[in-house]
């Protein structure tokens, strides 16, 4: 089976954690633009609250992942939970 990206630190994987980036209690769906596979590492981090792993996952995002999470949400929001790095 073919490894994937974490999305955040680059390791390769075998069986990716599914982030969804607008959890589903927030409204976020099962849809592909809605999930990042991240390694268990960064993504045990990331619900931790640790900023860097946020913003890394912000520079990794690709553009219908962006506009995604900024349809449903906004601006704003995107950028409280994923900042740009300063
Ligand atoms: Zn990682
Ligand atoms: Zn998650």
């Given at each position: 089976m073919a490894e994937r990206a974490c999305?955040?630190?680059g390791v390769g994987v075998a069986v990716p954690d599914p982030h969804h980036l607008v959890r589903r209690r927030h409204q976020?769906?099962?849809?592909p633009a809605n999930i990042i596979p991240l390694c268990r590492t960064c993504h045990t981090l990331f619900h931790n609250g640790v900023r860097w792993v946020a913003v890394a996952i912000r520079a990794a995002l690709l553009p219908h992942e962006l506009a995604y999470i900024t349809v449903l949400k906004g601006r704003e929001w995107v950028d409280r939970i994923y900042p740009v790095a300063a």
């Open positions: 999305r955040c630190c976020g769906t099962d849809e």
